[in-house]
């Protein structure tokens, strides 16, 4: 089982529309989580911190389920703008970041 | 500007010879992070650094090496024995979350 999993997609969405990723990680103990988003050929940057008790901002919201060891990031009012690969991100506490494998967003007109 | 730098942005080399590509940042972390991402598919770590002088071979480490004598610089040198050197290089640093550099895409033929 891999580390972290996420589903590649990629999720094809009409301007406007709400779109949901999820990703699951397998260590119990991974202590801070991440959503960073890559351009095509660009470096990944980061998009937001997930925290225990959810966190929005603007049109993005990140939920953090640690019973279930998922995480996910929900876009409102997708844009043209927003199509990017998502990569979900989480810090096992070993000194290093365990990255998925990033799910693509295209935005349709 | 706070940041990280990666030069060249793009390099080209002969199959047999050794590469060095630079990574300089002034944000002041202590940890440092190389990555190679090949087309279509994630994040894979080469190297890493915590501490000045101190490095830990990532998932992929055999056919590269580093040095890490400034806090400021971590570079990655590609020698000839990595058998597929062609891929876009990343350099990182953070303490939690990474922060990324804007890449070196490499091509050796």
């Known amino acids: 089982r891999k580390e972290v999993e996420q589903d590649p997609g990629p999720f094809n969405v009409p301007e406007g529309a709400t779109v949901a990723f999820n990703c699951t990680y397998s260590n119990s103990a991974s202590q801070s989580f991440f959503w960073y988003r890559q351009d095509c050929r660009k470096e990944p940057k980061l998009l937001m911190s997930?925290?225990?008790s959810g966190n929005e901002d603007g049109r993005f919201t990140a939920q953090l389920n640690r019973a279930s060891q998922y995480i996910s990031l929900l876009i409102r009012d997708s844009k043209l703008s927003d199509s990017a690969t998502y990569l979900c991100?989480?810090?096992?506490?070993?000194?290093?970041?365990?990255f998925g494998q990033g799910t693509t967003l295209q935005v349709k007109p | 500007d706070g940041g990280i730098t990666q030069s060249p942005k793009y390099l080209f080399r002969k199959e047999g010879q050794n590469v060095t590509l630079s990574c300089e940042q002034n944000l002041n972390h202590d940890a440092m992070y190389w990555y190679r991402q090949d087309p279509g598919q994630g994040l894979r770590l080469i190297y890493y650094s915590q501490i000045v002088n101190d490095f830990q071979k990532g998932d992929i480490a055999e056919g590269y090496s580093v040095s890490r004598e400034k806090k400021e610089s971590f570079p990655l040198t590609v020698t000839s024995a990595q058998k597929n050197p062609t891929a876009f290089y990343l350099c990182a640093s953070g303490p939690y979350e990474q922060y990324f550099g804007p890449g070196t895409r490499l091509t050796v033929t």
């Open positions: 997930v925290y225990s």
């Open positions: 991100v989480v810090n096992p506490a070993t000194g290093k970041l365990i």
